[in-house]
């Protein structure tokens, strides 16, 4: 695992184009999204988000596996061919097969299945799919800071993700279970239906508007509790900034945030479509703002929070402290006093906390808010 780490992390002259690494880690990365499809695929019941599993078509799936696995072998003795070290190509070589071996793109594939308990792999999979296609050719374009894709704590990040997403059934419980107990002690049928009945388009900016006014508070009180502020911290510790970073959460946190904005909006009638609506948008707009993308907004940037918003958020200066809580709109860090953004188009030199106190690691940071000081 170590050789394949540093293999992924190659300096500049070892990912030339003709070195063997692209092909690679091309191979690799075609390689592990069809073993886990392959899960997928056998275990449906357990490995798969229940409300997801009516959208998939089998036959696509399978189709789109199989290309994939073929691709990635081919990819992989082309990296072999070229490269003196063969890491990539044979670890790509070595799960496709294990993936055939499971029945690759044959593999029984049953979605009509129900489970009380399940993990989202296909979740993790559709996430990082769908941004890093996004993202990362964006991100190689139009880039701000010149790093790699497999840049400083790729690993840590990549498994914030991967985490979040298999326990997608235990966060939507933790989420919600309060809304269920609020509801059965509540009788505002009347109301709820009201604001259910509004056009779809009105409910997603009444959403957008409450959760940026519960998350600016919230966020501040993270900041400003010292308790609070270690759970936060693990967010603030990446000290690079691309569509990745952004995963970077305590799983407390996470909950804290879902509970005082999913809740409310659940409570109060919003429908599920607005709702679900919303939290793509979020999603995207999240993984947008942490982005290491140099675009440049002028006059929207008052009025929507943009990355080089939020990368002052993120800096490590003294000036970036405790400013640029909004998620959406950053006038309501200026009613509050919190707003700060250059007006010479200047970024953050680096990110972080000062000392960098939180620790390397995914379970080491999970645990740091519970350590003594």
């Not at 499809?37 to 199989?66: K, N, S």
């Not at 990082?128 to 497999?150: A, K, S």
């Not at 009444?206 to 508070?217: A, K, N």
């Amino acid at each position: 695992m170590t050789r394949l780490r540093e293999e992924l992390e190659a300096a500049d002259d070892r990912r030339r184009f003709g070195t063997g690494w692209l092909s690679g880690t091309a191979a690799l990365v075609l390689a592990v999204i069809g073993l886990a499809a392959v899960l997928c695929l056998r275990y449906p019941d357990v490995l798969t988000v229940p409300d997801a599993r009516a959208f998939y078509h089998v036959g696509y799936i399978r189709a789109a596996l199989q290309l994939a696995l073929i691709a990635g072998f081919l990819l992989g003795i082309v990296s072999i061919s070229l490269r003196e070290n063969k890491a990539l190509g044979f670890a790509a070589i070595a799960i496709i097969l294990v993936a055939t071996i499971l029945g690759g793109s044959r593999a029984t594939a049953r979605f009509d299945v129900d489970a009380d308990v399940y993990f989202g792999l296909d979740w993790f999979l559709l996430n990082v799919l769908f941004t890093g296609m996004i993202f990362i050719p964006l991100e190689r374009i139009f880039y701000l800071r010149e790093q790699p894709v497999f840049r400083f704590e790729w690993r840590e990040d990549l498994f914030y993700f991967f985490v979040s997403s298999m326990f997608v059934q235990v966060l939507t419980y933790l989420s919600l279970a309060p809304s269920m107990a609020v509801l059965q002690h509540t009788k505002w049928e009347g109301f709820r239906a009201a604001v259910g009945s509004q056009p779809l388009p009105l409910q997603f900016l009444e959403i957008m508007f409450l959760t940026d006014f519960v998350q600016y508070w919230l966020h501040r009180g993270f900041h400003r509790s010292s308790w609070l502020w270690k759970f936060h911290a693990v967010h603030h510790s990446a000290q690079r900034m691309d569509w990745a970073a952004g995963a970077r959460m305590h799983f407390i946190e996470i909950v804290v945030l879902r509970g005082f904005t999913v809740v409310p909006m659940y409570v109060m009638g919003f429908t599920p479509t607005a709702m679900y609506a919303y939290i793509f948008f979020v999603y995207l707009f999240s993984t947008f703002v942490h982005a290491n993308l140099r675009w440049k907004f002028g006059r929207w940037s008052a009025w929507f929070v943009t990355p080089r918003f939020h990368h002052w958020h993120h800096g490590i200066e003294r000036e970036a402290i405790d400013v640029n809580f909004a998620v959406h709109f950053p006038v309501l860090d200026r009613m509050f006093g919190t707003y700060y953004l250059p007006p010479d188009e200047k970024w953050p030199e680096g990110y972080g906390i000062g000392g960098h106190p939180v620790p390397k690691g995914y379970w080491r940071q999970m645990l740091y808010p519970f350590r003594g000081k």
